[in-house]
């Protein structure tokens, strides 16, 4: 796999700040905010003459959390580095609700944007749902032929779909829990149910953990009402805890650490702003550069240099990091080749 950009995520973290001051401030989750925001952008273009060479972009982003606000900031950036002022979003975010994902994706169909960024699973599906003619890109999608229902996916969706991956090698992540604690009998997998993506990830490591003799259990939860006592259990149950990329845990973190850390139970993540708030170590990516080379896609099929019908799916290299406040902590020793994850 390829590295997909030459930007750190460290040099955009004040860009990612400026993110969630935007989805704080940011449109409604109506169609009736998506068609004001159309008919604002139609209006600017008229009066600057710029017909034809404007784009108004939707993007529905499925909650607030560090991995996905970078993703969408990393997004714009590259659409503004490309366009300039000639581009125009309109950043909706469902709290963590399906339907209001629905209902944010009929609004820019309702609307007719240029363009529709998906990011997460739910906002995916809700786009894929609500049109098959506007051009939708996901981003921090795991797996595109799960959260598509697609059988004989090969690295391509075709039609109106594409986008970037953020799937840490599974095989990869199983291995780092064997190789933090090689002493372990037993790993929880803690995940939402209602996250098609989080449960391909649990079955891939579940697999891959009992292939070298520990005893797996998952340990799912509905939504962030019953993570508490369900987390509980599995750190009760189990000597180490693993956790995929997982949304309804990436924006409950401190539930988690508030959980674990007190028992003395490790948490392994599949990204790292889990890993920031309730873990040890992570094979991270970086959601910002994921985002970037999403915008890049984007801007390639609003110029129409390319077909997003035949555009792959594109994914990213991974580095091992950890926690250093949390490992110190629980008295953990850092294998070597692992790096700090920043403050």
């Known amino acids: ?13 004040a860009a990612v700040a400026a993110a969630g001051a935007l989805t704080a401030c940011g449109g409604s989750s109506s169609s009736t905010a998506a068609s004001s925001a ?46 300039g002022d000639a581009v125009t979003f309109d950043l909706q975010n469902a709290q963590n ?7 944010i994706c009929n609004g820019f169909v309702s609307a007719g944007v240029d363009l529709i960024l998906a990011n997460a699973t739910a906002s995916l599906q ?14 921090s999608i795991t797996e595109y032929g799960v959260a598509l229902g697609l059988d004989d996916f090969d690295g391509t969706v075709g039609g109106n779909i594409s986008g ?11 291995a780092m829990i064997l190789e933090w604690m090689p002493d372990a009998k037993t790993a929880g997998l803690l995940y939402c149910s209602a996250e098609a993506n989080s449960q391909y990830q649990v079955d891939v490591v579940q ?22 006592s369900v987390c509980q259990q599995a750190a009760a149950d189990n000597d180490v805890l693993y956790v995929p990329t997982d949304n309804t845990v990436a924006a ?10 007190p028992l003395k139970k490790p948490v392994f993540a599949g990204e790292e702003g889990i890993c920031k708030g309730c873990g040890v170590a992570t094979l991270s990516i970086s959601y910002y550069d994921l985002g970037y080379t999403t915008g890049e896609m984007a801007a390639k099929i609003l110029t129409g240099e390319s077909d997003i019908s035949t555009m792959p799916i594109e994914y990213t290299d991974v580095t091992k990091k ?13 294998p070597d080749g692992y790096e700090a994850i920043e403050a």
Not at 164 to 174: F, W
Not at 323 to 333: A, H, P, R
């Open 164 to 174: 970037t991956s953020d799937l840490a090698p599974l095989d990869q992540q199983a």
């Open 322 to 334: 950890y926690n250093k406040t949390i490992c110190d902590d629980l008295g953990l020793t850092v």
């Open 97 to 103: 609700d399906t339907a209001t994902c629905a209902t």
């Open 1 to 13: 796999m390829r590295k997909i950009s030459r930007r750190s995520f460290l040099a955009a973290s």
């Open 207 to 228: 697999s891959e953990l009992e292939a070298a003799g520990l005893t797996v259990t998952q340990y799912p939860f509905s939504d962030s009402n019953d993570l508490s």
């Open 252 to 261: 409950n973190t401190g539930i988690v650490d508030g959980i674990c850390r």
């Open 38 to 83: 159309a008919s604002s952008t139609a209006a600017s273009a008229a009066a600057s003459g710029t017909s034809g060479e404007s784009y108004t972009v939707g993007i529905c982003q499925l909650v607030e959390h560090d991995a996905l606000d970078a993703a969408t900031q990393g997004f714009e950036d590259a659409l503004t580095d490309q366009f």
């Open 126 to 139: 809700a786009a894929q749902a609500a049109t098959a003619d506007i051009p939708i890109l996901g981003t």
